[in-house]
């Protein structure tokens, strides 16, 4: 498996912001992070439409051209969960920075910037930067199909000893 890994993608769900009500004043939401075949969920944050949970999620990756999908759910006790929006993101701008030489670079320099178009779900626009001697990506995603939210998300690529790397 290492043989194909390039690395690993820790996205940190920091948190929702205005989510919809599925429970009748309010949800109990969670988020399943998708890539490929990978599926991961942060925990259920009860009664509540504005939800930090500021918890890691780490994606093996093997093909950078795969979006990573976004979908936020409201936990139900005795029925389905009910679908409170999704997104979906593009690793490439992200790993393009992760690639360059940085080393020197001051602290806080901002390395690239996307912006929000119709061919992503970024409510604002995304600053590559780095902090800490790595690169970060902060992401705000407007969630669709929904009447209304955004999820908030900081990317941090790790590499992985004996991996193929970028």
Not at 61 to 73: A, G, K, M, N, T
Not at 77 to 100: C, N, Q, T, W, Y
Request: proline letters at 5%; a positive charge.
């Amino acid at each position: 498996m290492v043989e194909h890994l390039l690395g690993l993608l820790r996205v940190r769900v920091a948190r929702g912001v205005n989510l919809a009500v599925r429970d009748v004043t309010t949800s109990d939401p969670y988020v399943v992070l998708r890539m490929g075949k990978q599926k991961l969920k942060t925990r259920v944050i009860k009664k509540n439409t504005n939800p930090v949970w500021n918890e890691d999620l780490t994606l093996c990756i093997e093909d950078p051209s795969l979006p990573v999908r976004l979908q936020v759910f409201d936990k139900d006790r005795f029925s389905m969960d009910d679908a409170m929006g999704h997104a979906e993101f593009d690793i490439r701008p992200f790993l393009e920075a992760v690639k360059m030489n940085l080393q020197g670079v001051p602290e806080g320099t901002i390395i690239r910037k996307v912006v929000p178009c119709r061919q992503n779900c970024l409510a604002e626009e995304s600053v590559v930067r780095w902090c800490h001697g790595q690169v970060t990506q902060d992401l705000a995603l407007r969630l669709k199909d929904v009447e209304r939210g955004e999820v908030e998300l900081q990317l941090q690529w790790v590499n992985v000893p004996g991996a193929k790397g970028l």
